[in-house]
């Protein structure tokens, strides 16, 4: 019943910037736990940022200063502000959606905890 779908992925310069949008829908919890995700090729699935919501964010080291995530009024949007992309960052990024909403920040990068996807949407950064 939950679906989160991605949009915003494009290809950039380095130093540029982009938004993605994670537009979810049928998630009936009052607090939630939601995540952005990437995979970059020939590597793993890794964390990038993630809001509860309460608004309390957390990032990965490799984007603090960099991505801001956010969320709209009606907290059933989430977004990824990247600016001064760097090659690096060239991957799918994927939104994501822990099951209960509760105990947001327990493995928080555990990608195991985190039940609801998107289909990902493709962020490349060329130098």
């Known amino acids: 019943q939950v679906q989160l779908v991605e949009s915003g992925g494009g290809a950039v310069q380095a130093g540029g910037s982009l938004r993605l949008s994670c537009a979810g829908s049928?998630?009936?919890?009052?607090?939630?736990?939601m995540g952005w995700f990437r995979q970059a090729p020939g590597k793993e699935r890794e964390g990038v940022a993630v809001?509860?919501?309460?608004?309390?964010?957390v990032y990965a080291d490799s984007v603090k200063g960099r991505f801001t995530i956010s969320q709209d009024s009606a907290q059933y949007t989430v977004y990824l502000h990247m600016n001064n992309l760097k090659p690096d960052d060239t991957a799918i990024y994927y939104c994501?959606?822990?099951?209960?909403?509760?105990?947001?920040?327990?493995?928080?990068?555990?990608?195991?905890?985190?039940?609801?996807w998107g289909q990902g949407t493709q962020v490349t950064v060329s130098s």
């Open positions: 994501a959606a822990q099951g209960s909403g509760r105990d947001c920040w327990m493995r928080l990068w555990d990608t195991a905890k985190y039940t609801y």
């Open positions: 049928g998630y009936t919890y009052s607090s939630y736990c």
């Open positions: 809001i509860d919501s309460d608004g309390t964010t």
